[in-house]
C-alpha cells in the first residue's frame, strides 16, 4: 500500500509528467488558454492514459514476451485502436459524457505521454495494480499542471505584456517557472 | 535545371523561414527532454533525421497504394518501424547514449513533427521533393536541439561536449540541465527568434518605403 501511495504521489508532484518529463507538451502550450477546456481535456488524457495501463499490461504480459522488437509499434496500434473502440461505445452509450470528453479522445491518441506511461510502466517493471496507480498520478499530474497553466494565463491576459514576447515563448517562461515551482517537491521523499 | 532549384529551396526552408521549433512550434517533447547536453542533442536529431529522412521516402514512395481513410495509421506504423531501428541501432552503437536518451528515443514516434511532415509534405509530393523537405526540416529541427543542447551545457555545467570551458571557478547554473532550464532557455530563445525576425521585417519596409520614395522622386523629376 505504501508503494502504491508513493508511486502516486511522486508522478503527481515529484515527477510530474508535464514539468519534469516534458510529456504531453502539445496540450499543455496549445490548449490551456481556458480552465475549464483544461479540466476536462485533463480528466479526459486521465481516463486514456488508465486504459493505456491496461493494454500496455495485457501486451506486456501476453505478447510481448515472444517479440519484445514489436514492442513500440503494437503499443501504438493497440492504443490507438482501444481508444477509437471505447470512443464509439461512449457515444453509443452515454451522449453526456460523449459530448464533455468527445472532441478530444482522437487528440489525445497522438499525446505523447500516452506512448511515454506505457514505455516507462514497461521500463520500471510495473505490474498491473501499480500500472493503474501510475496512470492515475500521471493523469492527475497532468491535469493539475493543465489547471495551473491555464489560470496563469487567464490572469495575464489582461496584464501589459509586450508583443514581442506574447505566445509561445511567454507560455514557455511561465512553464519554466512553475517547473521551477515543481522541483521544491522533490526533497518530499529522500530516496528520488 | 528549374526543378533543381525548388527542390533545393525546399530543403533551405527547413533550416530557418518553417524551423519547425522556432517558427512551427512542432516537437517540444524530445526538444526539451534531451537536451541538457550538446553530445544528446546531437544524437537526438541524428535519430530523428533518419526516421523523419526514411518514412519521408517511403510515404512518398507508396503514396499511390495508400488509402486514404488509414493513411493516418500507416504513417505511424512506418515511423515506428523506423524508430524501432534506431531504438536498437543505438542499443548496440552507443550504449552509454542510448541508457541516457532512455525512454525518449521511442517517444520520437510521438513527435509530432514526423507525422505533420507526412501528412502536409510526403504524401503530396514525389519522392525527390520529399526527401528534400525531410532533410531540411530535420536539419532545422537538428539546429534547434544543438542550440538548446550547447546553452544548456554551456551553462549548466561549464562544459561544450564535455571540455571544460571555464576553468575551477566557474559555478554552473544547475538549474539550465535541470528541466525549469529546459522551458526558460526555449522561451528566451524563441524571443530571440521573434525579435530576430521582426527587426528584419522593419528593415525590409524601410528598404521598400525608401524604394517607393525614390520611384516617386524619379516620376515627379521625369
Redesign the interface.
Known amino acids: 500500500m505504501d508503494d502504491l501511495l508513493w508511486i502516486f504521489i511522486s508522478t503527481l508532484l515529484v515527477n510530474n509528467f508535464v514539468?519534469?518529463?516534458?510529456?504531453?507538451?502539445?496540450p499543455f502550450?496549445g490548449v490551456s488558454g481556458q480552465l475549464e477546456t483544461s479540466f476536462r481535456l485533463g480528466l479526459a488524457t486521465t481516463f486514456v492514459l488508465v486504459i493505456t495501463a491496461l493494454c500496455a499490461w495485457v501486451l506486456n504480459t501476453y505478447v510481448l514476451i515472444y517479440a519484445p522488437?514489436l514492442?513500440?509499434?503494437s503499443f501504438?496500434?493497440v492504443i490507438?485502436s482501444t481508444v477509437q473502440f471505447i470512443e464509439m461505445s461512449i457515444k453509443k452509450l452515454s451522449p453526456s459524457l460523449f459530448k464533455s470528453l468527445g472532441i478530444f479522445l482522437p487528440l489525445i491518441t497522438?499525446?505523447?505521454a500516452?506512448?511515454?506511461l506505457a514505455?516507462?510502466a514497461t521500463?520500471r517493471g510495473y505490474g498491473l495494480v501499480e500500472g493503474l496507480t501510475f496512470a492515475l498520478g500521471a493523469g492527475a499530474g497532468f491535469t493539475l499542471a493543465m489547471v495551473l497553466m491555464a489560470g496563469i494565463r487567464e490572469e495575464t491576459e489582461i496584464n501589459d505584456v509586450p508583443a514581442?514576447?506574447r505566445?509561445?515563448?511567454?507560455?514557455?517562461?511561465i512553464?519554466?517557472?512553475l517547473?521551477?515551482a515543481f522541483?521544491g517537491f522533490a526533497g518530499l521523499f529522500s530516496s528520488t | 535545371m528549374a526543378t533543381d532549384i525548388t527542390a533545393y529551396e525546399e530543403m533551405i526552408k527547413g533550416l530557418w523561414r518553417d524551423n519547425p521549433v522556432f517558427v512551427q512550434v512542432l516537437g517540444m517533447c524530445p526538444m526539451l527532454a534531451v537536451t541538457n547536453s550538446a553530445i544528446n542533442a546531437v544524437v537526438m536529431g541524428l535519430a530523428t533525421f533518419f526516421v523523419l529522412v526514411g518514412s519521408s521516402f517511403l510515404v512518398s514512395s507508396f503514396k499511390q497504394w495508400i488509402p486514404k481513410q488509414v493513411r493516418i495509421s500507416l504513417y505511424i506504423i512506418i515511423i515506428a518501424t523506423f524508430v524501432t531501428v534506431v531504438d536498437y541501432s543505438l542499443l548496440a552503437m552507443l550504449p552509454a547514449i542510448h541508457k541516457e536518451l532512455g525512454a525518449f528515443i521511442p517517444l520520437i514516434v510521438a513527435n509530432c513533427m514526423i507525422l505533420g511532415r507526412q501528412e502536409a509534405f510526403a504524401s503530396k509530393h514525389n519522392v525527390k521533393y520529399a526527401v528534400m523537405d525531410a532533410v531540411g526540416m530535420s536539419g532545422g529541427f537538428m539546429i534547434a536541439l544543438f542550440a538548446l543542447g550547447s546553452v544548456r551545457e554551456i551553462l549548466g555545467v561549464g562544459a561544450f561536449f564535455g571540455v571544460d570551458l571555464f576553468g575551477a571557478n566557474f559555478e554552473p547554473w544547475v538549474i539550465m540541465i535541470l528541466p525549469p532550464g529546459g522551458f526558460l532557455t526555449l522561451g528566451l530563445l524563441l524571443l530571440f527568434f521573434n525579435w530576430f525576425t521582426e527587426r528584419r521585417r522593419q528593415f525590409l519596409d524601410k528598404v521598400a518605403e525608401a524604394e517607393r520614395v525614390a520611384v516617386a522622386g524619379v516620376d515627379k523629376n521625369g
Open positions: 514539468l519534469a518529463y516534458f510529456l504531453g507538451l502539445c502550450l522488437y514492442r513500440l509499434i501504438i496500434v490507438a497522438t499525446n505523447c500516452i506512448l511515454g514505455i516507462f521500463n514581442l514576447i505566445g509561445t515563448a511567454f507560455n514557455l517562461i512553464a519554466g517557472i517547473s521551477m522541483m
